[in-house]
């Protein structure tokens, strides 16, 4: 199985699995601060934040992963990311991590053994990859699929 060293990412972790987001993507990292909950929102979405006069959404990736959720404590954290759009407008949102890391350079780890595809039974679209920080298995985020994934679903909420 080969390895391939790619960009630097921010490593953070929900519950006991660690995961990564290109730092491309990442805007600050903020202790932990109280949300202002919007109602009839999506179940992740947690509310917005006010950050220097700037209104962002703040979405709550163990809800959208389906991990169960736990309580707020020192270590959590709200990573800020900005992610360009197709229309070339920038979207701003926040998302909670139990635990920010640091910043880190991730081995990618081969999808193949043996000439079969192995990765390919694991069907999540919001992972892009999974790689190794040489202690672990860390999942690399595709922001731009979660992101995509949460404008579909709130404009099929709209409709209703």
Partial sequence: MSDETIDAFLTFVLGDVAYAVDVCFV?????????TRV????PYL???LNIRGTVI???????????????????SSIIVSEIALPD????????????????????????????????????NDFIKQVGTDGE???LILDMEKIIEY???NLATKAQI
């Fill in 46 to 48: 947690k509310g917005v």
């Fill in 57 to 75: 959404p703040v979405i709550d990736l163990r809800i959208l992963f389906n991990i169960t959720p736990q309580s707020i404590d020192e270590e």
């Fill in 88 to 123: 070339e407008s920038e979207l701003i949102f926040g998302f909670i991590a139990d635990a920010v890391e640091n910043v880190k350079h991730i081995n990618v780890v081969s999808a193949t053994v043996d000439g079969a595809q192995t990765l390919d039974m694991i069907h």
């Fill in 136 to 138: 672990r298995f860390v």
């Fill in 150 to 152: 949460i404008e579909e």
């Fill in 27 to 35: 805007r600050e990292v903020l202790t932990y601060e109280t949300i």
């Fill in 39 to 42: 109602p009839r929102t999506a």
